[in-house]
């Protein structure tokens, strides 16, 4: 008798053709894309990056003095926002920019860093609380976060 797909494998099949394609994609881009390029709105795409980093910032900030879980979401986005920005920095640098573009790349990764570093500590800690069946700390995180953390890898 054959087995019934579950969400788990509708959810791995979708994430292996997504990864085909995107592939595809990546190969045919670089293939057929010019080096060299004048973009129009430069300053809009820069300015944009810029701003959804202050925004994911700002939204990670209050969720940490509100103690919400979301915290979680708000310092993955901006910790990847934070390493796009570094790999762009660098990567469309001009020569005599290179040193502006290393100064980016020493502050933003290591903050992304720390940004994902607090994810974890958070996801940790929520995880902690669903073992205990503590519901308040599910909902809300208590002030000093990693106070009942598993283990001291952080």
Do not use: K
């Not at 990567?91 to 607090?118: C, G, H, K, N």
């Not at 940790?124 to 283990?151: C, I, N, P, Q």
């Amino acid at each position: 008798m054959a087995r019934t797909p579950t969400t788990r494998d509708t959810l791995l099949s979708t994430f292996a053709l997504v990864v085909i394609a995107e592939t595809g994609w990546t190969v045919y881009l670089a293939i057929t894309l010019p080096r060299h390029y004048v973009a129009n709105h430069w300053d809009l795409a820069w300015v944009g990056l810029d701003v959804a980093q202050v925004l994911t910032l700002l939204l990670a900030a209050w969720a940490a003095w509100r103690r919400r879980a979301v915290l979680i979401v708000f310092a993955c986005v901006s910790g990847t926002l934070l390493l796009v920005d570094a790999w762009f920095d660098v990567t469309t640098a001009r020569y005599r920019d290179i040193d502006q573009s290393l100064w980016s790349l020493a502050v933003e990764v290591p903050l992304a860093a720390v940004m994902f570093w607090i994810a974890r500590r958070i996801y940790r800690r929520l995880m902690v609380a669903t073992t205990v069946d503590d519901a308040r700390t599910r909902a809300t995180l208590h002030s000093g976060w990693g106070a009942r953390d598993v283990a001291s890898e952080d």
